[in-house]
């Protein structure tokens, strides 16, 4: 049968697990053998108990687990040739030349190295004696299909990503609780969360938890920001508003490309406002704890379209994510999203968003 190896890698995210036994399950419906590469490319770098036979059952009752039960890493050997070789010779020792792999960006356009450099780390390894000349030409392609698996939904062309509508509940848990205790001591509270380069969870929890002001990084805000802010959080104060919140994205920066941090917020309103304002930084617990309702069915279409896909597989044929866009499962080819997602941060980088979107806008 097919030898399937199935990977998360990068950040771990809610529904990670139910992508994983979507896709081990499927692969056994569909007469393929699947295999778990552990901690992500670790795994494979490391060879031996790092790549391991799954069975159905194996992925038994982690639907509603969160994080991952392959592990997860982000592997500074696989970036070398060396760790490359050595995945390479791993994998093709239990004959895998399919993979999912699912994890952020970062780690997609890692996978895509390695699936490029392919055929020459076989030629090596030929050379070497590590790899016979019939196995190398029995895999001379690496196939490989990925799902987006990160909390940030910092993905061109995908909808959602596996992780942040879970990642978004938990923000918003922590909002309605911290506004209870808020509104109590007719406080100011600063919460920074997660995202990276993205201020998607950002703008959609302030959205959703009805919150005074917010920071992200795809709206670096002018210089009259603190000004804006304050004056705003004053009017709600006088209309009678108990409690105030405002959300800074971990990315937030100015149009200099100065971080915005939760402690320069809280400064700035103890100064213009002479008003205490606490700080909540929420971190880690956005990505921990059980997949929403969302995080399990989406990452269960998705898990199993991969699946199909890596199957079905053509040796010749270019990777693509499997994702959602517009509520239906696509293929989307894997290179050209990676691309157009580097686009965007290098735009945000340059602070030059708005004007590109204006642009757009005008032509
Ligand atoms: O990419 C997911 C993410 O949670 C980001 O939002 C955050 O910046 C980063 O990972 C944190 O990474 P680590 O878990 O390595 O501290």
Partial sequence: PLRIGVLTSGGDAQGMNAAVRAVVRTAIRLGARPYAVME??????????????LEWDSVGSILQRGGTIIGTARSAEFRERAGQLAAARNLLEHGIDRLVVIGGDGSLTGT?????????????????????????AAHPVLMVTGLVGSIDNDLVGADMTIGTDSALHRILEAIDDISSTAASHQRTFVVEVMGRHCGYLALMAAVAGGCDYVLVPELP????????????????????RRESMVIVAEGATDREGNRITADDVRQVIADKLGEAARVTILGHVQRGGRPSAYDRWMSTL??????????????????????????????LPMMEQIAATRAVKDLVAAHDYLGAIQARGAS
């Avoid at 992500?40 to 036979?53: S, T």
């Avoid at 898990?303 to 499962?329: Q, Y």
Wanted: net charge negative; with cysteine; aromatic share 4%.
């Fill in 302 to 331: 998705l898990g199993c379209a991969a699946a199909r896909e890596v199957v079905s597989m053509d040796p010749g044929s270019e990777p693509v994510i499997i994702a959602e866009r517009h509520n239906r499962i696509r293929r």
């Fill in 221 to 240: 805000p002018g210089k009259d920001w603190e000004e804006d802010m304050c004056s705003k959080l004053k009017a709600g104060r006088e209309a009678g």
């Fill in 40 to 53: 992500g490319w670790a795994g494979a770098v490391a060879g031996g108990d790092g790549i391991r036979p």
């Fill in 112 to 136: 895509n190295e390695f699936r490029k450099n392919w055929p020459s780390l076989l030629e090596e390894l030929v050379e070497t004696g590590d790899i016979s000349a019939q196995t190398a």
